[in-house]
C-alpha cells in the first residue's frame, strides 16, 4: 500500500496540471472541509506532501493556500516570485484578528506573551507583500468581523465562513462513536455538545464549574481534554467525555443527537462549530455582547449569556423555529468567482 507521500506524488504527476492545487496540514482538520468546498466548484487536488508542494510552487498550475496564516507563509519569498511566470493562487485567512494584536511599550517588554506581538508584525508585514507583489490574493473570512476595517489592509477581500454552508455540499454519513452507546445520561434533561479541544478559548473553567452545578442539561464533551479535566470530569454523572479525535462522520451523527451547541467563547472569531450549529437550526449558547452574538444577533435560535448559570433561568423550545440564515450569510456564490479567476 502507498504511502500518503507517495499518493500526494502520484497524484500530482497524473493529474491535469490546470486543476486547483490545495495546501493542506499534514492532519485533519477544516482544510480537509474546505478542499471539499473547493473540488465541488473546479476540480483540485489535496496536497499535504511538503515535496509535492515545492514542485507545485514552481509551476504555473493555480494554488489555494489553506494555512495562510500560518505554516504555508514560508512559502513567501516563492509565492512573490510566482507572479514572474504566471503562478496564480489564493490564500485563505481564518486567524486574520491576529494580525492586529497589539502591545504598549511596557507590555512588550514584562509580557511573556510578546513573541504573539512579535508574530503579528512579522505576518502583517508578509501579509502586505503577498498582497501588493504577488499575483496572490488573500481572502479573510472575518466578513462581519467587528475589526474588519482594521483588517482591510491586508487582505484581498472578504467571505463568510465556508462552515456557514457548506453541509450540503459536503454531504458527510453519519456514524455512531462507539462511547456514546456505552453511556446513560440522566433522563428529562437536554444534552449540550461541546466539541474541539477543552480550553481557555472555550471558556474551560466556567464550563467545568457549570457541569457539576447544572441540574438542567447534560453535557457532551469530544475532542482532545487535559488529564486533570479529564479525571475530574469522569466523576461527573451528567458528562460523557469522549476523548479523542472525532471524525466528522462522528460529528455529524452527535450534530444530530444533541440539542444545544456551546460556543461559549472568549475569544473574539469565527468558529466552524458555530457554523455548523447555524446550518442544523439548532440552538447555541454564546457569550453575551461578544463577536457570536453581536454578528449574529438575527438568528433566533442564539442563547446569549453573560455567565454560564444564566442558563438556569432560559426555557429552551428544541423545535422553535429559526430565520432562514443560509441565504444571508451564504457566499457560496462569491468564493466561487473567486477560484474561478484562478
Given at each position: 500500500?502507498?504511502s ?9 504527476f ?31 487536488v ?20 489553506l ?11 516563492i ?7 504566471g503562478g ?29 506581538f ?9 501579509f ?10 488573500i481572502?479573510s ?5 467587528q475589526?474588519?476595517?482594521g ?34 445520561f ?17 471558556s474551560?473553567?466556567?464550563?467545568l ?6 441540574e438542567?442539561?447534560?453535557?457532551l464533551i ?6 486533570d479535566?479529564f ?19 462522528e ?12 460556543c ?12 455548523r ?9 454564546v ?38 440564515l ?16 484562478l
Amino acid at each position: 500500500m502507498k504511502s500518503s507521500k507517495e499518493r500526494s506524488l502520484t497524484i500530482l504527476f497524473t493529474m491535469p496540471q490546470n486543476k486547483i492545487y490545495c495546501f493542506s496540514a499534514g492532519r485533519i482538520c477544516h482544510h480537509d472541509d474546505y478542499f471539499l468546498v473547493i473540488d465541488s466548484i473546479r476540480s483540485a487536488v489535496n496536497l499535504k506532501d511538503q515535496k509535492a508542494k515545492l514542485k507545485v510552487l514552481f509551476s504555473k498550475s493555480p494554488i489555494v493556500f489553506l494555512d495562510i496564516d500560518g505554516d504555508d507563509l514560508i512559502y513567501t519569498i516563492i509565492i512573490l516570485l510566482r507572479r514572474l511566470w504566471g503562478g496564480r493562487g489564493l490564500g485563505i485567512s481564518v486567524r486574520t484578528e491576529y494580525l492586529l494584536e497589539k502591545r504598549t511599550f511596557t507590555e512588550f517588554l514584562f509580557n511573556r506573551r510578546r513573541h504573539i506581538f512579535v508574530k503579528a508584525v512579522v505576518k502583517r508585514f508578509l501579509f502586505l507583500a503577498i498582497k501588493k507583489l504577488s499575483s496572490t490574493s488573500i481572502v479573510s473570512i472575518h466578513k462581519n468581523h467587528q475589526k474588519r476595517k482594521g483588517m482591510e489592509p491586508f487582505v484581498s477581500d472578504f467571505i463568510n465562513d465556508p462552515q456557514l454552508w457548506d453541509l450540503g455540499i459536503l454531504n458527510v454519513a453519519s456514524n455512531i462513536p462507539d462511547e456514546f452507546n456505552n453511556f446513560k445520561f440522566i433522563e428529562e434533561r437536554k444534552l449540550v455538545l461541546v466539541a474541539g479541544r477543552l480550553n481557555e478559548q472555550r471558556s474551560k473553567k466556567d464550563l467545568l464549574d457549570y457541569i457539576f452545578h447544572s441540574e438542567k442539561f447534560n453535557f457532551l464533551i469530544c475532542g482532545n481534554i487535559e488529564d486533570d479535566d479529564f479525571k475530574d470530569l469522569e466523576s461527573a454523572t451528567n458528562c460523557l467525555v469522549i476523548n479523542r479525535y472525532i471524525s466528522n462522520e462522528e460529528l455529524f451523527f452527535l450534530y444530530n443527537k444533541c440539542d444545544v451547541f456551546y460556543c461559549f467563547y472568549s475569544n473574539d472569531r469565527p468558529s466552524g462549530f458555530f457554523g455548523r450549529a447555524v446550518q442544523m437550526r439548532k440552538p447555541i449558547i454564546v457569550r453575551k455582547g461578544q463577536f457570536l452574538h453581536s454578528v449574529f444577533s438575527s438568528y433566533e435560535g442564539l442563547i446569549p449569556v453573560k455567565k454560564l448559570t444564566d442558563l438556569d433561568e432560559f426555557e429552551i423550545e428544541i423545535d422553535q423555529p429559526v430565520i432562514e440564515l443560509i441565504k444571508d450569510f451564504d457566499d457560496r456564490e462569491k468564493f466561487t468567482k473567486i477560484l474561478m479567476r484562478l
